[in-house]
């Protein structure tokens, strides 16, 4: 059995990867590959159009919103949310609150005013900053919600009457949200979603008010919007990838039931950690992450041996981020209660043995 803890690419449901391949060799009974047949099939837009309806459904969203998988990445929409919705003479507000954040942050320079209003690099980022002032002009406010390298999240989302734009693109779906105090949300689909290649942006409509020329045709989030998604070729792998992920998780009880078990997995990795003498994790309490637990050894020498511990238990991908070192484990939607419980298990076993 393998436990995979990658940050992303990251653990999909093994009957959603079952689904995905056969449906690479026959999709849908049409005795072609999904690979292979048109994204203007009657087939594949079903396809897009029940990952829309369960994406609305899943998360609330009203008729106010809109719903688009774009390509690209979460990093273009770096460029895109500011290009759409910042005006000239407007200014927004960032908060820097790790990797992703700054190059939101230095992408957005590009296209306009951009005011950082709070950053948590002067503790490398082991904290969210909560104590700043939202000037009430600012067009918007750009936050990250979660932080896939350090290991923070927000708990509570600074209350303000500044629209709020938000990578979620580490924690959606993965707790509630209360999708009217945000003007527009982005996501990668590689953690909690699906595979690479598709980003899911929820925007309000009324907040796109450019005037239609005045962007390029691929980055008008109205093009994608009136195109239903299907302005350009969307990714259909990756579309299809999702609307399984998002109904597997419906059928597991939709995001209550998933927040208590991520609840569950975060409680007992973290437990672990301030038990055990050899281990140490160095985010601020309140702000640590439930989807990427990141920590160290005191000893770094033990590093190599650990991880081949680890391995040989099926643990799979534990490595931090290349910037930060030590260890990282992701614990998405996806990850079983079983696959944290091995792994807390073989920290127990390596205390024994070198503690
Ligand atoms: C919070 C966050 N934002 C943005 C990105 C960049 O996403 P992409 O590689 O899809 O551009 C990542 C990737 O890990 C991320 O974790």
Same mark, same amino acid.
């Given at each position: ?20 391949a ?28 029940e990952?829309i309806?369960? %994406? ?25 949310v500011p ?21 939101a ?17 002067d ?6 900053p909560?104590?700043?002032q ?23 989302f ?5 629209p709020?734009?938000?990578d979620?693109s ?14 527009l ?15 899911l942006v929820? %925007? ?9 020329g005045?962007i ?6 109205n ?14 792998f990756? %579309? ?8 597997w ?6 995001i ?5 078990k ?31 637990v990141?920590?160290?050894?005191y000893?770094?020498?033990?590093d ?7 391995k ?13 070192g ?21 920290m ?8």
């Amino acid at each position: 059995m393998k436990y995979n803890f990658y940050a992303g690419p990251a653990i999909l449901p093994h009957e959603v990867i079952e689904a995905s391949a056969s449906a690479v060799l026959d999709f849908e009974g049409t005795g072609l590959s999904l690979l292979e047949i048109s994204h203007r099939s009657k087939e594949f837009v079903s396809v897009m159009d029940e990952a829309i309806s369960l %994406v609305k459904s899943l998360l609330n969203i009203n008729d106010d919103y809109a719903v688009i998988f774009l390509g690209g990445g979460a990093s273009t929409q770096f460029s895109m949310v500011p290009i759409n919705l910042l005006h000239a003479g407007r200014k927004a507000a960032y908060v820097d609150t790790g990797t992703w954040a700054s190059k939101a942050i230095k992408d957005g320079k590009v296209y306009g005013d951009i005011e950082v209003i709070a950053s948590s690099k002067d503790k490398n980022y082991s904290y969210i900053p909560k104590e700043f002032q939202i000037n009430p002009d600012f067009q918007y406010l750009h936050l990250t919600s979660n932080n896939t390298i350090y290991g923070t999240q927000y708990k509570e989302f600074p209350v303000t009457d500044v629209p709020i734009v938000c990578d979620m693109s580490s924690d959606i779906f993965s707790r509630p949200i209360d999708i009217n105090r945000f003007d527009l949300i982005y996501a990668g689909a590689q953690k909690n979603l699906g595979p690479a290649g598709t980003t899911l942006v929820i %925007v309000k409509k009324s907040a796109l008010t450019k005037s239609s020329g005045s962007i390029g045709a691929m980055l008008d989030y109205n093009n994608h919007i009136n195109g239903a998604s299907m302005y350009n070729t969307p990714p259909v792998f990756p %579309v299809f990838v999702s609307m399984l992920t998002l109904r597997w998780l419906v059928k597991n009880g939709g995001i209550e039931a998933i927040q208590r078990k991520n609840d569950a997995k975060s409680s007992l990795l973290y437990a672990e950690l301030d038990r055990n003498s050899l281990f140490y994790n160095s985010i601020s309490r309140e702000d640590r992450s439930d989807m990427n637990v990141s920590f160290h050894l005191y000893n770094t020498e033990l590093d190599d041996v650990f991880l081949t511990r680890c391995k040989e238990a099926g643990c799979i991908g534990l490595a931090g981020h290349r910037s930060v070192g030590g260890f990282r484990t992701s614990i998405y939607n996806a990850m079983s209660i079983e696959g944290v419980q091995v792994l807390t298990e073989v920290m127990k076993d390596f205390e024994d043995s070198h503690g």
